[in-house]
């Protein structure tokens, strides 16, 4: 079963950025539709951002302009780059494939605040 380890969170102002990378652990994941996933405390899980093999990307209303999802198929890991952060972005992301078929991982925290 394939795992996924993400990291680059942290503590940021309003408006600053930070980019997320997640590794998988086997190299077939490239052949699958990724996401990146969300969850605030108090909330449920959700799907902020997602890609295809071929680089196609979609977006939820409230990231849109803001994040952008990359891969790189041939190091098994995906990105989000997080701009003009906002404190409601703050939450545990998470990366998985699209539609979740694997365990979650340990995920990572981003906070935004002054």
């Known amino acids: 079963q394939v795992q996924f380890v993400e990291s680059g969170g942290g503590l940021v102002q309003p408006g600053g950025s930070l980019r997320l990378s997640c590794a998988a652990s086997?190299?077939?994941?490239?052949?699958?539709?990724m996401g990146w996933y969300r969850q605030a405390p108090g909330k449920q899980r959700e799907l902020v951002a997602r890609i295809t093999r071929g680089g196609s990307r979609n977006y939820a209303d409230s990231v849109k302009g803001r994040f952008t999802i990359s891969r790189d198929n041939g190091k098994n890991t995906v990105f989000l780059q997080m701009n003009s952060l906002k404190p409601e972005d703050t939450a545990v992301y998470y990366c998985?494939?699209?539609?979740?078929?694997?365990?979650w991982g340990q995920g990572t925290q981003v906070t935004v605040s002054s």
């Open positions: 998985n494939t699209s539609p979740v078929s694997t365990t």
């Open positions: 086997r190299s077939d994941v490239s052949i699958y539709v």
